[in-house]
């Protein structure tokens, strides 16, 4: 009888499965009412009974400080609520003591790119197995409203009252630049293609980051209106698609051509241009040379902005690197005695 109920257990633990529901948690979620973190929250909780399986208890959600850190509140996970900008430092510190959990990062533009763009530009380069979700309405939103380092030039806020004169970070040539081995982006209002990228995210084995294009209703409403309103959305933005080629517009009469290291844009509808003329995205190119062009592209010069999987590679990661050598290691030597390590070398005792 004992050994049945045991297997009647395990079965049922085997055939779990999770809803969105179950990663929602008892807080009240205090975004402003339109934010569009609620859509982020939204599709992380329709994704995730997806990614986890049957593990819910290995995933921990990190972040630090603004209206994106108050993430871990409100997922049904374990969870850290960080201080200002070191939300990466602490998930590394979660992911090389337990290799086992499944690490995600929350953060903002001010969080991840001010105070914190050193441990991101060192949890890129390490290519420490997690996962950051960089939520960029290109404001500082909890503190009122003052411009963020990812803020347009002229940007007019109570900290630069006639016009911000700071260069804007671009998030995701910074990621390319450390050496990050999943960089992408998506959109707020886009749920299915957010969803789709969390999923792809939650596969790759290294640092995986993805910039959400976030609107801030109250500070920064209408930020990316270019790139969501439906009248405008299909000349502003190409979806990128692996081995296709990079075709946009309302009518899909546009393309995206590479001359050299030059991108231009073409009508492929007519005149001497076609689509076999269009540049064909490679997300797994090695060199992060095209990844980097395409980074760079932006409405403000007359191309559309790329959304989807900018480049994603395959590179073993610190945290694995970091386990295998404790093991080799102990494999020789034995365990660690902690008493001998504070007592041997030179020592003194004090009166």
């Known amino acids: 009888m004992a050994e049945n109920k045991i297997q009647e257990q395990e079965q049922t633990t085997k055939s779990v499965r999770f809803t969105p529901k179950d990663f929602a948690s008892d807080q009240d979620v205090r975004w402003c009412p ?13 994704t995730f009974p997806e990614i986890v399986g049957e593990q819910k208890e290995n995933i921990v959600w990190v972040s630090g400080i603004g209206c994106s850190s108050r993430f871990p509140y409100y997922m049904n996970t374990y969870g850290f609520h960080g201080i200002h900008g070191r939300a990466p430092a602490i998930a590394t510190g979660v992911k090389v003591a337990r ?70 970070f671009n998030p995701l ?25 969390i999923k792809r995210a939650a596969e790759h084995k290294g640092t995986a980051f993805i910039e959400i294009f976030q ?12 790139l969501t309103d439906k009248s405008t959305k299909e000349d502003n933005t190409i979806y990128l698609e692996h081995k296709k080629p990079m075709v946009f517009g309302k009518y899909k009469d546009k393309g995206i051509k590479l001359d050299g290291t030059t ?67 102990k494999s020789k030597l034995g365990e660690g005695d902690l008493e001998k390590v504070l007592f041997s070398g030179n020592t003194w005792n004090v009166n």
């Open 215 to 226: 609107n801030c209703v109250i500070f920064n409403d209408g930020a990316f209106d270019s």
């Open 173 to 197: 040539s910074i990621a390319l630049g450390a050496e990050a081995t999943f960089v992408a982006r998506t959109l707020d209002r886009d749920p299915k293609h957010m969803q789709a990228i």
């Open 99 to 168: 290799p086992d959990l499944s690490v995600w990062i929350a953060t903002g533009d001010g969080d991840l790119l001010s105070i914190g763009g050193n441990h991101f530009i060192h949890a890129c380069r390490k290519n420490i197995d997690f996962k950051i979700l960089l939520f960029n309405n290109r404001i500082y939103g909890l503190t009122k409203g003052q411009y963020s380092p990812t803020s347009e030039q002229g940007k007019k806020t109570k900290t630069s009252p006639f016009g911000s004169v700071d260069y804007p």
């Open 263 to 329: 991108p231009k844009v073409i009508n492929i509808s007519e005149g001497n241009n076609s689509i076999n003329d269009c540049w064909v995205h490679d997300e797994f190119d090695k060199s992060f040379v095209r990844a980097t062009i395409l980074a760079h592209l932006n409405d403000e010069e007359g191309f559309p902005v790329p959304v989807g999987i900018i480049r994603q590679i395959d590179k073993p990661t610190y945290d694995e690197g970091s386990e295998a050598q404790i093991k080799n290691v």
């Open 34 to 46: 339109g934010c569009g973190d609620y859509s982020i929250l939204a599709q992380v909780q329709r």
